[in-house]
């Protein structure tokens, strides 16, 4: 089996990296002269995924240009959260709602994606559908974060996640089945509130990632990053 489409959240304010989003929406911003959303793009295509859902709110007209005006030789679709921005989790379950597909490959568009993530990546889809896993997150040790004001989100025992001393943070990276949000409705929810009762569950899965960990949190963060 195989994931056939990916997502990639890029509906946000930015508020943090003010006054440079105030005109160019986060995914926009570019790091050596390629764009974040080009950069989460071109990993998504070198992992042979051909189709794309793209969610937009915040400055979303930027979105479609950028999108039209650039020729990725795969397919993407950008959709609009509606009249009010869905967070993540509201977000993600909005666009499955515009497709037939049952796994998703999801993305965060703040990450500096490359295509070193191919390999681990990969290993963690084969996890995914040999376990017949529901939900597995991408996490990378804080200690290899570039900004080290990042706090952890998990712990990982044996590729499963626990909430113990928070070594882990997610790196924004996850596969999912759509049948994960079979009690929620499109509306304004973060992820997270699906994430911890998975962890109750014991029934939400990691998959360590080994590379340094590259994120735009902050103006502070992106001005050391931009020519990195």
Request: aromatic content about 12%.
């Amino acid at each position: 089996m195989k994931i056939n489409t990916a997502l990639i959240l890029c509906a946000g304010f930015g508020r943090r990296l003010n006054p440079i989003t105030f005109k160019t929406p986060k995914p926009l911003l570019k790091i050596k002269n390629l764009t974040l959303l080009e950069r989460c793009i071109n990993l998504v295509n070198s992992l042979g995924i051909k189709k794309v859902l793209i969610n937009s709110f915040y400055l979303k007209e930027k979105i479609y240009e950028f999108i039209q005006n650039n020729d990725f030789d795969l397919e993407i679709e950008v959709i609009e959260d509606g009249n009010k921005i869905l967070n993540t989790g509201g977000g993600i379950l909005n666009l499955i709602d515009k497709s037939d597909e049952e796994n998703y490959l999801i993305f965060n568009s703040d990450t500096i994606w490359s295509e070193d993530y191919k390999s681990e990546i990969k290993h963690m889809i084969d996890l995914y559908f040999n376990r017949k896993l529901k939900n597995i997150l991408l996490l990378v040790n804080k200690n290899l974060s570039f900004d080290k004001n990042l706090k952890g989100d998990f712990d990982l025992n044996n590729n499963l996640i626990i909430q113990n001393k928070k070594n882990f943070i997610y790196t924004g990276c996850q596969i999912l089945n759509k049948s994960i949000f079979k009690n929620k409705t499109i509306n304004n929810f973060s992820i997270s509130e699906i994430w911890f009762d998975l962890i109750k569950d014991g029934q939400l899965s990691g998959y360590e990632s080994k590379l340094k960990f590259y994120h735009v949190t902050n103006l502070e963060i992106f001005k050391k990053l931009k020519d990195f």
